[in-house]
């Protein structure tokens, strides 16, 4: 007993696993998840996506780590960029613990700008953790005049991006308008893979993506020279990226830095976990020390390597807190940020 009190003390100052080891030392935390299961909701149509990808490696393992052994499942709730599942998250999901949702990544942006649909309070939602974060990268071909972002400063840049809103489009304009790049943006390829085609046929400069990629899929490009990678849309720097600047680094004062901070915040909170607002203790303990020891386990990091999603987690209290930070954003912020991001 004297053990396992130990151990319950180091959880609590930890993780906040409290509840949980009160119900371990019961005996309940088997009984509560026996013959539940378990529903990861996604704001996708399918696992190839971001969000699928980390929600899928999930469903595959976290059950192993929750005592009862629930069943876990992934449901798709695709439509209005994201806000269709955190609508459900806030309104409708049980707050038993058996739904919870891989959040859309601009929780807090949407809900800032108050975008049209979004019936949520992100505030209040009950985070899990954060597996991984989302950096877009901007990369320039070994053709291009340019090679640093100084250089794009100086020079015009054709970069290509995909659709007309999103990353690739509202980031570089972004950078445009305050930090003074030369960004000149072709926007409408169908795809990441599209705009790579076409910046090895010399009809673009420069395009955008994933951080990520740059570890398996896009490692030959850049040790090899052929691509050169100038800035990250983020508020950090990307472990592969520890030499390359971030887009808040570059801010010329206080507002850019603090429009540029809102507008990449999308980054930081990537892929991650929340349940609904309401979800009892009990319920939050048990997943919350599931995630812990599933992020742990050399099985579950082996397959996420194989299927190429990083791990980088920011656990939930820091990521509440981030999200608060950024719905808090003064009002003057978010109207200059959303008319740069629409053009404006």
């Known amino acids: ?38 529903r990861i909701i996604l704001p996708a ?90 950096v877009p990268v901007h990369m320039v ?74 570890k398996e899929q896009l490692k030959e490009w850049l040790d090899s020279g052929k691509v050169k990678v100038v800035v990250q849309y983020a508020d950090f720097r990307h472990p592969l990226f520890p030499d390359v600047p971030s887009v808040v680094e570059l801010a010329r004062d206080d507002d850019s830095r603090d429009i540029l901070t809102f507008l990449s915040s999308i980054s930081t909170i990537g892929r991650g976990f929340a349940a609904p607002p309401g979800t009892n203790e009990e319920a939050m303990a048990i997943l919350k020390k599931a995630f812990a020891d599933m992020i742990a386990d050399k099985t579950f990091l082996a397959d996420a390597d194989k299927r190429g999603a990083e791990i980088l987690p920011m656990w939930g209290d820091e990521m509440s807190a981030y999200v608060k930070r950024i719905v808090a954003t003064r009002p003057e912020i978010v109207k200059r940020a959303s008319a740069i991001v629409e053009g404006q």
Request: glycine share 10%; proline share 4%; with cysteine.
């Open 141 to 214: 071909w070994k053709d291009a005049p340019a090679k640093s972002i100084a250089d794009v400063m100086k020079m015009e840049t054709i970069t290509g991006a995909v659709g007309v809103g999103g990353v690739h489009n509202d980031l570089p304009r972004a950078t445009n308008a305050l930090v003074g790049t030369k960004w000149k943006i072709v926007s409408g390829y169908p795809g990441s893979g599209a705009t790579r085609i076409a910046m090895e046929r010399g009809e673009i400069q420069a395009t955008v993506s994933p951080a990520i990629l740059f």
């Open 45 to 134: 149509d399918n696992i190839d996506s971001g969000y699928g990808m980390y929600g899928f490696l999930a469903s595959q393992h976290l059950g192993r780590f929750i005592p009862g052994n629930p069943a876990v499942v992934t449901s798709f709730m695709p439509g209005a960029t994201g806000i269709a599942s955190l609508n459900y998250l806030q309104n409708i999901a049980p707050k038993d613990g058996t739904a919870i949702a891989v959040i859309a990544q601009d929780v807090a942006t949407f809900q800032a700008r108050k975008m049209s649909g979004a019936r949520y309070d992100a505030t209040t939602f009950k985070y899990i953790v954060r597996l991984a974060p989302n």
């Open 1 to 38: 007993m004297r053990d396992k009190t130990i151990i319950c003390a180091a959880l609590k100052l930890t993780l906040g696993f409290g509840a949980l080891c009160t119900m371990t030392q019961s005996g309940s935390a088997a009984d509560y998840y026996a013959g539940k299961q378990i």
